[in-house]
């Protein structure tokens, strides 16, 4: 990463998460050897829609590009991850983007389901109140 796409990502995270992802979409697109014209009918959308998508230009919707993330079977952790990120203003770590980024989806998933479930415990287990009366001493 050149320290201008560094910059970039410092100030203008969607621009970077927009590019990221149409690059991601691109490669699985390709992979998978369905074409353009094939992903975009499939989608609803024109071509040349699709290919700014691809391209990463800053006037597509992050929402096309979860469509197309969904229909292709990927990820969606690099579009969402470095949003958290950027929500938290704090600097996306760039080894991060490299590679599928499911299991860190799948992570963070966990981590709040498992705490959301904690909460919900813990708020509907009764506190169970002594006797009136009651000192709390055993015999």
Same mark, same amino acid.
């Given at each position: 990463?050149?320290?201008?796409?560094?910059?970039?990502?410092?100030?203008?995270?969607?621009?970077?998460i927009k590019l990221q992802s149409g690059r991601r979409i691109e490669e699985a697109r390709k992979?998978?050897?369905?074409?353009?014209?094939?992903?975009?009918?499939?989608?609803?959308?024109?071509?040349?829609?699709?290919?700014?998508?691809?391209? +990463?230009?800053?006037?597509?919707?992050?929402?096309?590009?979860?469509?197309?993330?969904?229909?292709?079977?990927?990820?969606? +952790?690099?579009?969402?991850?470095?949003?958290?990120?950027?929500? *938290?203003?704090?600097?996306?770590?760039? *080894?991060?983007?490299?590679?599928?980024? +499911?299991?860190?989806?799948?992570?963070?998933?966990?981590?709040?389901?498992?705490?959301?479930?904690?909460?919900?415990?813990?708020?509907?287990?009764?506190?169970?109140?002594?006797?009136?009366?009651?000192? +709390?001493?055993?015999?």
């Amino acid at each position: 990463m050149s320290h201008e796409e560094a910059t970039s990502v410092a100030e203008f995270p969607l621009l970077y998460i927009k590019l990221q992802s149409g690059r991601r979409i691109e490669e699985a697109r390709k992979k998978r050897r369905i074409t353009q014209s094939q992903l975009a009918r499939e989608l609803g959308m024109g071509v040349r829609w699709l290919r700014e998508i691809e391209s +990463g230009n800053p006037r597509s919707r992050l929402d096309d590009h979860l469509l197309c993330a969904y229909r292709l079977e990927l990820s969606t +952790g690099h579009i969402l991850i470095p949003l958290l990120f950027a929500g *938290q203003k704090m600097s996306f770590p760039r *080894q991060l983007a490299t590679g599928d980024m +499911g299991e860190i989806e799948r992570l963070c998933i966990e981590m709040i389901s498992r705490r959301n479930l904690d909460h919900l415990t813990r708020a509907l287990t009764p506190a169970w109140q002594s006797p009136p009366g009651d000192t +709390g001493e055993k015999f």
